[in-house]
Structures are given as structure tokens and as C-alpha cells.
């Protein structure tokens, strides 16, 4: 029997023959030493360090049934509180954990963890909670939650009274299913207690209720399956929406109240509120985590938004196809079958872009080539290329422009505010992107690169666009 390994390289090469338009069309070339106005940005080196006050978007009001986006680091979060944000090893290390559960559900794995033995339960695959927060209102009356939202994950869930098993702390005054009138516990022979069992721990209590369990890279959630009245605007209610009320949780939640589930499975909110919304939301992540995005749902999407297809290569991830990649208008000469091998994800909870070696490896060549007016430095934090660019404080640096290629022609200019991450403080600013090892690893569109940028989910068309200017 063929091993699945060598039935993939075929079907890589066979695609490869059929396909001439998949491969690299050919862009702007510039000499590495030419700049070519127009593909260089001059980006003042003070923009690259966190601000500590919030400086609210006013473009959410414009929406129709739109949430305002916060960063769950930084000075618009809910604690308002600067201090609560973590140095960039400490973002990477959170990413890793991750980018690492992402792998495994990506590769299908599923491990044996202590968290849900006392369950005794089919035991999840696992992920992370995502990087940008949104209030939404849970119960009746109506109490508003601030959930983290994340496209790698399905099930909606909150820490629910009397957190039986234990609560991290958070900043709004925790979900008391007993103070609410639409609350109603799921039972184990419902469709949603089934269903959740396909990406989710299951169980059922003594009293036929149904139990959940998830685990993320830094946390889990283990409660009762239940249904409860959502409530996005005031305009727009669901009531009997599928949530977990978590009666044990753990993990860095960043003092919200849990998640808000956007991923693919029937038990999330876009095939939940799909009557309304038609499988359709967006967002725009905001330039500075000072400042603010919005999450909207159903139409009114912008009318630049250039769309990709999702590939149904990874059926639980929002998968797209990476076709190429350019530094300072030079398309670099990275063959398509390298983004082809293990495929890309677009996600809202990681931090950085995660790239196979090879193209990884093109990139930060060519990047260093256009910088060589700058200061190189030895990253700390695994991160390269970084540069110090102390010396420079209050002036402007010029950058090459990076951009993204996906399929279909789609082209993303990555803003000024998605090249770097400052590791430490201005001393070392590292390219955003990380090197995943090897080829054979999914690859990671993060949320550094999508800042800015209106993101669209068209689940029901299987099209994810992009829009510039988007916040
Ligand atoms: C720095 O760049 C900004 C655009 O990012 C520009 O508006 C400003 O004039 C530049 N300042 C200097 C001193 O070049
Ligand atoms: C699944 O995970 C286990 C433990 O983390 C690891 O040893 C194994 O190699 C993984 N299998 C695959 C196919 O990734
Ligand atoms: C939900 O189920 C749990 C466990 O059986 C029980 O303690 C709780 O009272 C139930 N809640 C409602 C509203 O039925
Ligand atoms: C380096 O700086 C010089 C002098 O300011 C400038 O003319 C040149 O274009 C810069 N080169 C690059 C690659 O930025
Ligand atoms: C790819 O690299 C990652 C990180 O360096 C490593 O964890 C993983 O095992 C590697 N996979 C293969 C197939 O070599």
C-alpha cells in the first residue's frame, strides 16, 4: 500500500503538470541596490513601540451590525490598564503554544492530557484563544461579556457561576446561568451535544446534561453545553444560541470572559446566526493595540475586498492558498510547490505570519539586502532579521513594502504596522515573521500582517477577501 506521504508528493506533482497557471506569475523586478520609489515606505521609528492611550476608531459606528475591536494587550482593553502588557517574548511564547496546537490540528493528532480524565471523554484537539476581544450580551436581562474572537475555534463559551471547578479571573462580573430566564441546559441526546463531540471533549452528567471540554495552546474550558439568547446589537438577538458554560477554566484569557467562536463547524457563530449573517462577517484589526477595529456580520462588506478561495485542504481552518511573496516590488523566486506542501491558514489568534523555511529564508535575504542603511542585531527572541534602530528615535526609516500573493490573483500590501515587532523596545525590531523549521509545516497568515486591512469570511461562498483601509 502507498504510504499517504508519497500519495500527497504525487498528487503535489501531478497538480504541478496541470496547472501552469498556479505557478508564479512575474513581478516588478528591481536591482537589490536600486530603490524604487512607491515599493519603500518611510515609517516613523517611534510608531513601532506600543502607545498607552486608546485612541477610539469612530468607522464601527458606520456599520450596521458591527462590534468595536480592542487588542487584548495594550491600553483599549477593558482594564485600560498599560501595564498589563507583555513583553514580545511573552507574545511569541503564547503564539508558539499556539501555532503548536494548530499543528496538531492540523495534522489531525490528538493527545492524552490530564485535563479531562476525570471526564472520561473522547479528549479534543487543541488550540489557543485569539488576540482581539468584542462585547457581546449573554442571558435575559441581558448582560454584556467582552469574548476574545478567534477564527481557529468553534464553540462559543463563557465562565459560568458557581465555577465549580475554578475560574481565572476576568472583568466583568462572571455568567450566573440561574440569574438568567433564557438559560437552559443542552441535553446529551440533543444534535449540539452530539455534534460537538466531532471537535470537542463530550460528556453528560448525571442528570443528562450535556458537558463539554475544550483545550486551547494556554488554557481549556469544561462545562455544560447549553443554549442562551445572544445578543450582537440591539437589533440583532439569537435566541437557543448554542454556548458552554464553562464551570472550570484555566489560562491566559487576558481578563475577558471567554471566547466568541468564529471557525468553520455547525456549533460556531457563523453557521449558527447563518439565517441572519448569511455565513458572512469581517473584521479590521487595528493598526496599534491604542487603538480600535470593528467585527461585523452579514453584508455591507467593502466594495476593493479581493477575494481567494478556502481550501478545503483543511477542513476546520479558514485554509488559503499563498502563491507568492514580494519584498520592495521583487517577487522572490520561491517555487509555488513550497507554499503547496502542508498549505496556509489565515488566523485571528496568532500573533506573527509563520512561514516554510524556504520562503522564510528568501524573505529575510532579501529584506536584509534593502536594509543595509540599518544596524543589525542578534535577535534574543528567535526572531531574524532584527535591527537596532535606537540611534534613529523620532526619525523616519524607509522599509521595503512587503506583500502577500494568494491565489486568484489577490495581492496584500502588509501595512507600515505589520513588518515588525519591537522584541525590545526600539534596540531590537525584528520582521514579524517567523521561520516554522521546515516546508512541511501549515503555514500562518497572522494577525500582525492583517492589521488594517478589512479581512472578509464569505464561509458561504468559500472566500476569504481583503480590502485595504479597512480601520
Ligand atoms: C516621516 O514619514 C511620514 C509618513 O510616514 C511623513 O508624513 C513625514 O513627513 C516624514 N518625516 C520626515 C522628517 O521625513
Ligand atoms: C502526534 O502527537 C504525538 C505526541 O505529541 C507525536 O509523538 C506524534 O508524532 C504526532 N503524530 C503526528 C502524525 O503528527
Ligand atoms: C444544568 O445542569 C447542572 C448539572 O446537572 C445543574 O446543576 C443546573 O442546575 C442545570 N441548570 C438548569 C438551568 O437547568
Ligand atoms: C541609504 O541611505 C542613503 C543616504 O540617505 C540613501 O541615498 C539610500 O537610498 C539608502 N539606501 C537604502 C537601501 O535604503
Ligand atoms: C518542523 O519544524 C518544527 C519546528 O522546528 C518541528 O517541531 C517539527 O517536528 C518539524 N517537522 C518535521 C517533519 O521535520
Not at 503538470?17 to 518611510?42: D, M, Q, W
Request: glycine share 10%; charged share 15%; with cysteine.
Amino acid at each position: 500500500m502507498a504510504t499517504p506521504i508519497s500519495l500527497v508528493f504525487l498528487l503535489y506533482v501531478l497538480l504541478f503538470l496541470l496547472c501552469p497557471l498556479c505557478s508564479l506569475k512575474k513581478g516588478h523586478t528591481v536591482a537589490a541596490n536600486e530603490i524604487t520609489k512607491g515599493y519603500f515606505r518611510n515609517v516613523n521609528v517611534n510608531s513601532l513601540l506600543p502607545s498607552s492611550v486608546c485612541d477610539h476608531s469612530n468607522k464601527v459606528l458606520n456599520k450596521a451590525s458591527s462590534l468595536k475591536v480592542v487588542s487584548k494587550y495594550g491600553p483599549c482593553t477593558v482594564t485600560g490598564d498599560p501595564k498589563t502588557f507583555p513583553s514580545a517574548a511573552e507574545i511569541l511564547r503564547r503564539d508558539q503554544l499556539r501555532v503548536k496546537s494548530i499543528r496538531a490540528k492540523h495534522s489531525m493528532n490528538s493527545s492524552t492530557t490530564g485535563v479531562f480524565n476525570e471526564m472520561k471523554t473522547r479528549v479534543p484537539t487543541t488550540h489557543f484563544g485569539g488576540g482581539y476581544a468584542v462585547t457581546v450580551g449573554l442571558g435575559t436581562p441581558k448582560k454584556d461579556f467582552s469574548l476574545l474572537f478567534d477564527t481557529g475555534s468553534d464553540l462559543t463559551w463563557t465562565q459560568c457561576e458557581p465555577c465549580s471547578g475554578g475560574c481565572f479571573p476576568q472583568n466583568d462580573e462572571k455568567f450566573d446561568p440561574t440569574k438568567s430566564t433564557s438559560y437552559k441546559n443542552l441535553s446529551c441526546s440533543s444534535e449540539p451535544c452530539k455534534s460537538i463531540g466531532k471537535e470537542s471533549a463530550q460528556g453528560c452528567s448525571s442528570s443528562n446534561s450535556c458537558l463539554y471540554g475544550v483545550k486551547y495552546g494556554t488554557g481549556y474550558t469544561v462545562g455544560f453545553l447549553a443554549t442562551e439568547t445572544l445578543t450582537i446589537t440591539p437589533s440583532d438577538v439569537f435566541e437557543n444560541f448554542v454556548i458552554g458554560c464553562g464551570e472550570r477554566n484555566g489560562g491566559r484569557f487576558s481578563g475577558t470572559a471567554g471566547l466568541l467562536g468564529l471557525g468553520r463547524s455547525p456549533v460556531a457563530l457563523p453557521s449558527q446566526t447563518s439565517s441572519t449573517y448569511k455565513n458572512l462577517f469581517s473584521y479590521c484589526l487595528p493598526a496599534s493595540s491604542s487603538s480600535t477595529g470593528h467585527l461585523s456580520f452579514g453584508g455591507g462588506v467593502s466594495q476593493a475586498a479581493k477575494f481567494t478561495p478556502i481550501t478545503s485542504k483543511i477542513p476546520e481552518l479558514y485554509g488559503l492558498d499563498v502563491s507568492g511573496i514580494s519584498v520592495g516590488g521583487r517577487k522572490l523566486p520561491i517555487d509555488p510547490s513550497v507554499f503547496r506542501t502542508a498549505g496556509t491558514i489565515i488566523d485571528s489568534g496568532t500573533t506573527l505570519t509563520y512561514l516554510p523555511s524556504t520562503a522564510h529564508s528568501a524573505l529575510s535575504s532579501a529584506f536584509q539586502e534593502m536594509m543595509t542603511n540599518y544596524t543589525l542585531t542578534k535577535g534574543t527572541s528567535g526572531l531574524q532579521p532584527c535591527y537596532d534602530f535606537s540611534k534613529h528615535a523620532n526619525d523616519n526609516i524607509t522599509i521595503p513594502q512587503i506583500s502577500i500573493f494568494f491565489e486568484g490573483g489577490v495581492e496584500v500590501d502588509i501595512d507600515d504596522s505589520g513588518i515588525f515587532i519591537a522584541a525590545n523596545g526600539l534596540e531590537e525590531v525584528c520582521l514579524a515573521f517567523k521561520d516554522n523549521g521546515n516546508d512541511t509545516d501549515v503555514a500562518i497568515f497572522g494577525n500582525v500582517q492583517q492589521k488594517t486591512y478589512e479581512v472578509v469570511y464569505d464561509v458561504a461562498k468559500g472566500m476569504v477577501g481583503f480590502a485595504p483601509g479597512g480601520c
